[in-house]
């Protein structure tokens, strides 16, 4: 067997760990070519770097946890460039001239809204203020919508059966979202029950559904998964994703593009 060189054999062996959710040494071994010292020495820096966790005779992956939702105007200012980036690639590559989006109230999809200005007889429907707000500007030149509903003041959202009810009686061409995680094991996770629920009955009315992750939700359990990863047409993330985790995503046939 090849050796691979230390680095992507460490990315190689956590990815493994977040896949089986625990290993042992002489399992790591191996499936890696290389002694049990390097296999410890490389866990323990994998350790160092909160990657993976050292457990008795080998390895368990890491639970991240994202339990207190964030405030809609501090996720404003998160990763911004690479949610720019992200917002900007998914309209440019998935949006057309005539298509119905359905737009949720995250801020990387609140921030494609500038970039929409470029097509025709676009038909925008959202449930989220942050995202009105930008289609505003637009109003005239491209037909802007929002759901009824309980206000949620954390996320700027509407929410609720009334919600639910608005986006399962319509249609739309694709369906965009975020998640607040996203893991193999777990899926794309959010915070938030009522969001979820308004998420699903959005991608459950859409032909397509494309869901725009930065890199710092990988790795990131939340409270509830939002759908399989089965129901996911497309993956828009940045390049800081991590590799190993981007090429499982596609061998389980998830469509994954990095801006």
């Known amino acids: 067997m090849q050796k691979l060189p230390a680095e992507l054999r460490r990315e190689q062996i956590a990815a493994f760990v977040e896949e089986q959710d625990n290993t042992t040494a002489l399992e790591l071994g191996d499936r890696f070519g290389v002694s049990l010292m390097t296999v410890w020495r490389d866990l323990s820096v994998l350790a160092e770097k909160g990657r993976v966790r050292r457990v008795r005779g080998g ?3 890491v639970e991240q946890h994202a339990e207190l939702e964030p405030l809609y105007d501090s996720k404003r200012v998160v990763n911004l460039t690479a949610k720019e980036r992200i917002a900007r690639y998914a309209v440019e590559h998935f949006v ?3 298509d119905i989006l359905y737009m949720e ?7 494609m809204a500038k970039y929409l200005i470029a097509y025709q007889d676009l038909t925008v429907i959202g449930n989220g203020l942050g995202t009105m707000n930008e289609l505003a500007r637009l109003a005239g030149a491209v037909n802007v919508y929002c759901c009824g509903g ?6 700027f959202t509407f929410v609720g059966p009334q919600a639910e009810e608005y986006f399962r009686s319509i249609n739309a061409s694709i369906c965009f979202l975020s998640a607040t995680g996203l893991t193999l094991h777990e ?5 938030n029950l009522l969001e979820i629920q308004v998420k699903r009955a959005m991608a459950s009315s859409s032909d397509r559904v494309i869901f725009l992750l930065d890199s710092s939700k990988w790795g990131v359990r939340s409270l509830a998964r939002i759908v ?3 129901d996911v047409d497309i993956l828009v993330t940045d390049t800081a994703a ?3 985790l981007v090429e499982s995503l596609r061998a389980m046939g998830v469509e994954v593009h990095q801006a």
Request: proline letters at 13%; aromatic letters at 0%.
């Open 96 to 98: 057309q001239s005539g």
């Open 59 to 61: 390895a368990a992956r």
């Open 105 to 111: 109230a995250g801020t990387t999809v609140a921030a």
């Open 228 to 230: 399989p990863l089965a």
């Open 242 to 244: 991590p590799a190993p």
């Open 187 to 191: 899926g794309i996770t959010d915070v």
């Open 150 to 155: 309980l206000l949620r003041p954390v996320a």
